[in-house]
């Protein structure tokens, strides 16, 4: 298996591959000790040699001997392993917490720039009636609205100026711009008679 070389980045795939390789060493484990298990149990320490010193003939020495030694082997391996699973996510982590923050500075920055470049607002919503053509048309408590039709703030005296576009404009739909959330936001806004007063509600 290709290791990450210094100079990459370390990837999710080459974590599940790391840890692939570890489930593969400790199978390999589990089957070495099964081994020793199916000859008379003789585990890691046990003597190989009987007691007159001469090797035990009930078990094959080779097998025991090859299975001991692929048993250290593999353990050393299993513990470097651990070790570069380890690093590994360490990375990860640690290149998320970058990449979040570098986010967070990304979408401050963004709101930052829209907060500069949004229009100044001459009127907030305090009210929206349900079902009403401003309730129908999405207008929303606590927009702030920066363009009315052909009212703006540069030429914006009064709520006459608003409600004079309203007459002027029954049944035809008038383009109208809030600022909601820190942002710019379009309405199509048609006036006319409905179940309660006025023209808008």
Known sequence: M????????????????????KDEI????????????????????EPLVDAEGFPRDDIDLYQVRTARHNIICLQNDHKALMKQVEEALHQLHAREKEKQARDEAEALAEARSQNQSLPQAFAKVNAVTPGSPA????????????????????NFQNLQNIATVVQHSEGRPLSVTVIRSGRRVHVGLTPKRWAGKGLLG
């Open 26 to 45: 400790e199978a390999q484990i589990k089957a070495c000790y099964e081994l020793l298990e199916g000859q008379k149990g003789v585990g890691m320490h």
């Open 2 to 21: 290709a290791e990450p070389g210094p100079g990459r980045a370390v990837t999710v795939s080459d974590v599940q591959q790391l840890v692939r390789r």
């Open 135 to 154: 309730s129908v048309s999405g207008l929303q408590v606590d927009d702030e609205i920066v363009e009315f039709g052909s009212v703006n703030v540069n």
